[in-house]
């Protein structure tokens, strides 16, 4: 798949890797592939694959599945009428709300690392440079939801791929519903970005970035690990 790009004269001459060759880069060799991607900042062909994925995912996830992770996300309490609700709400327009969510999502990450290295620390990467690393970075995230799905669809109960998973005893205080909210592939998405943030600005190490991208995650967690939030 072809995609236009912006020349660029740093590496300009380097061939781009092909896209499932920049696929498996995210995995096995990421400063390699952000590299490329600082000379050529393509991102249709990854941003589509991700939104064709998560549509095909979620068309074929069963019913029950849904209303495994629905179940767990409630009040134990609920309404069952409530969460029979949600399964069709969810079961019907969530592959739509993932076309509109996760560009929106690539899109935020990207404004807030614009914010702190353009804005704040006087870079001059452009937006489109951050959007494609962010975008490829996203590959992570979606092999996590590809994993979870297919544990739910086995019979599995876990909806969040966390460290808690390593610790079942922690008991049901807040400090275990804040790990548990804790996604490592969201994590490991995370550290892959701050290898991006030090390509795409060589004088930025790639550990400020994990940290900044870290804290308004762990932030993110804390908030919705408080009972009803």
Request: charged share 10%.
């Amino acid at each position: 798949m072809s995609e236009p790009h912006e020349p660029s004269s740093s590496g300009a001459d380097a061939p781009l890797p092909s896209l499932p060759v920049r696929i498996a880069q995210v995995f096995v060799s990421p400063g390699r592939l952000f590299e490329a991607l600082r000379a050529k900042p393509v991102w249709i062909g990854i941003l589509l694959v991700l939104l064709v994925v998560g549509v095909v995912a979620g068309l074929l996830v069963p019913e029950e599945a849904y209303r495994t992770m629905i179940s767990q996300q409630m009040p134990r309490d609920a309404d069952p009428a409530q969460i029979e609700g949600a399964v069709r709400f969810w079961r019907t327009f969530g592959p739509l709300l993932g076309v509109i969510l996760t560009p929106a999502s690539i899109a935020l990450v990207s404004g807030l690392l614009i914010l702190a290295y353009n804005v704040v620390l006087g870079g001059e990467a452009s937006y489109r440079q951050l959007f494609s690393a962010t975008a490829h970075a996203y590959v992570i995230l979606t092999a996590g939801g590809l994993i979870v799905l297919g544990l739910l669809a086995a019979g599995g109960q876990q909806v969040i791929m966390s460290p808690a998973l390593l610790l079942p005893d922690l008991g049901g205080g807040y400090a275990a519903r804040l790990l548990g909210k804790v996604n490592i592939f969201a994590v490991w998405t995370i550290f892959v970005l701050g290898i991006a943030v030090s390509r795409i600005y060589p004088r930025r190490s790639a550990g400020g970035a994990v940290a900044y991208l870290g804290i308004l995650y762990l932030c993110l967690a804390a908030v919705s690990a408080i009972p009803g939030g």
